[in-house]
């Protein structure tokens, strides 16, 4: 059986970044990652997730120092990344921010427009004991802002901002009883998504942003 607690870790990805004004400062710079952190468990109802994904279709930073100039960098793209393998598809190229004390940094990760934007594959248990499968297909809004006050960059530092899935958040207010109710298609799997157990959906998805904690790390 599955282990009920299933806990991922995302590759680091970093992005090219360019100053300004075009032109790449190689004297001092730190290479900036984003990482996803994925803690796979249960929650109140006892699920167990094994596999997943969350598509973002952008991504965009900006940097502003103490002198008042703009860093700028924006990623245009869908990529999807494998919560369990923890690759992104496609690969995303590396990028640096030039030295500086900045005033603040601002990163945001915009969810994919178009189809899922975070699918989820788990299971629960019966009433007999056997296992139910369970696929919930997200198809939200989602915007995920991160920014980071007073930071200086000094020769090669590194930093982080991380994003970690908390699935159990979502299920929070979903019992046990409400997934042994919920409708079964002809193979028994349980879909939660816009069109399907809509009740559930619209629970899991009323606070979708506060299921995916953000930090900085120096």
């Not at 991504?59 to 793209?77: C, D, H, P, R, S």
Request: glycine share 8%; net charge negative.
């Amino acid at each position: 059986m599955l282990s009920k607690f299933l806990y991922l870790s995302l590759a680091c990805f970093t992005l090219p970044m360019i100053a300004g004004d075009g032109i790449k400062d190689n004297s001092g710079e730190m290479d900036l990652q984003i990482q996803f952190d994925s803690v796979f468990n249960g929650g109140a109802a006892n699920l167990t997730f094994y596999n997943g994904t969350i598509r973002l279709s952008e991504i965009e930073f900006e940097g502003e120092n103490a002198n008042g100039e703009e860093v700028e960098y924006e990623l245009a793209q869908l990529t999807t990344i494998d919560l369990t393998t923890g690759l992104a598809s496609p690969a995303l190229d590396p990028i640096v921010i030039p030295s500086g004390d900045y005033e603040g940094l601002a990163l945001e990760l915009k969810g994919a427009t178009k189809g899922s934007v975070i699918s989820l594959e788990g299971y629960f248990t019966d009433r007999d004991q056997s296992i139910v499968p369970l696929q919930v297909n997200i198809k939200e809004s989602l915007n995920l802002a991160i920014d980071h006050q007073k930071y200086s960059v000094a020769s090669s530092p590194s930093l982080s901002a991380s994003f970690l899935i908390d699935p159990s958040h979502w299920f929070a207010n979903i019992s046990q009883q409400d997934l042994l109710q919920a409708d079964r298609d002809a193979n028994g799997v349980v879909h939660i998504d816009p069109n399907r157990n809509t009740k559930l959906y619209h629970k899991i998805t009323a606070d979708l942003p506060q299921g995916i904690k953000r930090t900085w790390a120096d």
